[in-house]
């Protein structure tokens, strides 16, 4: 009995494939700049450009979604107005991370530099994840 289990077991487990290796999250914003820890100017230039690479990653997923739903309104003669319902999604969804990380930043009892950096670091985690979700629909 132990030895069919086994072998069931391992048949499973083969008709899956190898399994999915470990993925840790990654890193905060603000630990990816931690090299900077001492140099609140440089920690801030770090956070700025990581801010700029992740909005223009989101710039260009958002253009392929734009020639996405361009291609959907081509095809329906625009009765559905895909492209416009798009650009209104990702023009609310940059105000929405805007205040949202306003909002992060002001709940905490900080300097204007630390809440700085508490909000860049927000924008970058936000926008990283909506050009992640734009890229995977």
Not at 9 to 37: H, K, N, S, Y
Not at 45 to 72: F, H, W, Y
Request: charged share 30%.
């Amino acid at each position: 009995m132990i030895v069919i289990s086994g072998l069931l077991i391992t048949m499973l487990a083969i008709q899956d494939g190898p399994p999915e290796p470990l993925r840790f999250p990654a890193p905060r914003p603000a630990v990816e700049c931690a090299e900077f820890l001492t140099d609140w100017r440089a920690r801030r230039n770090c956070l700025r450009n990581l801010l700029s690479e992740a909005e223009d990653r989101l710039d260009t997923v958002a253009d392929a979604a734009r020639e996405e739903a361009d291609a959907v309104d081509a095809d329906s003669a625009g009765r559905f107005g895909a492209r416009r319902a798009f650009d209104a999604a990702q023009t609310a969804w940059t105000g929405y991370r805007d205040a949202e990380c306003t909002r992060r930043s002001a709940a905490m009892f900080l300097s204007e530099a630390s809440r700085e950096e508490i909000t860049l670091d927000c924008q970058i985690s936000l926008t990283r994840r909506r050009a992640d979700e734009l890229a995977t629909r």
